[in-house]
């Protein structure tokens, strides 16, 4: 599917050479054009810089110094030149036409500023114990996807401030809090559109009540909002 809309998808990565490549090519080989793909090298000091110049012009590459996924995602955002913007993770995998579903999802409902999919996780051999022990739960199927899964106008991204760097984990979540208290409609691709990898260096494994406590604090935040709303009405 060719379009006039540019989509930018920005990637954030840090020491991310071993699944890398997988992620680009699932982005370069999406059924729409075009597509922007925009990555900021986020302080890597592994072979990272030896997959990224493989790709040369093909990919936008931003080199910083570590400063975390959030900053790397807005300075991504700075830099990008789309009309709708995407995002990534270096350790996972877009099915083919998510780009294009998406997009004609936005276009069909442009009262909706931001389209949201499902996502599904695939474990690596090396977690092969945790797949079987986890087989059947509810992190075993389908469900709502996290920031690689969502799609958003850019003019909707400035509107609400970008995401919020002092969140390292869950900035999917005050993203969409901020949108909907703001009044931004979310539309939704009930399909598994992107593939998320499983492996034991996954930062998320790591993240425990941190990640927790930044729920937490997200939902205070999001009910302290609609409360002023409210008392305003």
Known sequence: MKSSLLVSCVIPVFNGERFLADCLESVLQQTYSPIEIVLVNDGSTDGTKAVLDGYG????????ARAGKTIARNRGVEASSGAILAFQDADDLWLPEKTEIQVKHLAAQPEAGIC???IENFWEHEVAEEA??????????????????????????DRIGGLNCSI???????LLFRARADGIAVTHVDRVLVRRRIHA???????GER???????????????????DAKN
């Open 168 to 174: 390292e984990h869950n900035s999917e979540v005050d």
């Open 201 to 207: 260096d996954n930062v998320s494994r790591a993240r």
């Open 116 to 118: 949201t999919c499902m």
């Open 132 to 157: 079987e022990r986890l087989r059947a739960s509810k992190y075993d199927g389908a469900r709502m996807a996290t920031l690689q899964g969502i799609m958003l106008r850019r003019d909707v991204f």
């Open 211 to 229: 990640g927790r406590a930044d729920l937490l604090r997200l939902a205070e935040q999001a009910i302290a909002r609609r409360r002023a709303t």
């Open 57 to 64: 012009s093909r990919i936008k590459v931003i080199d910083q």
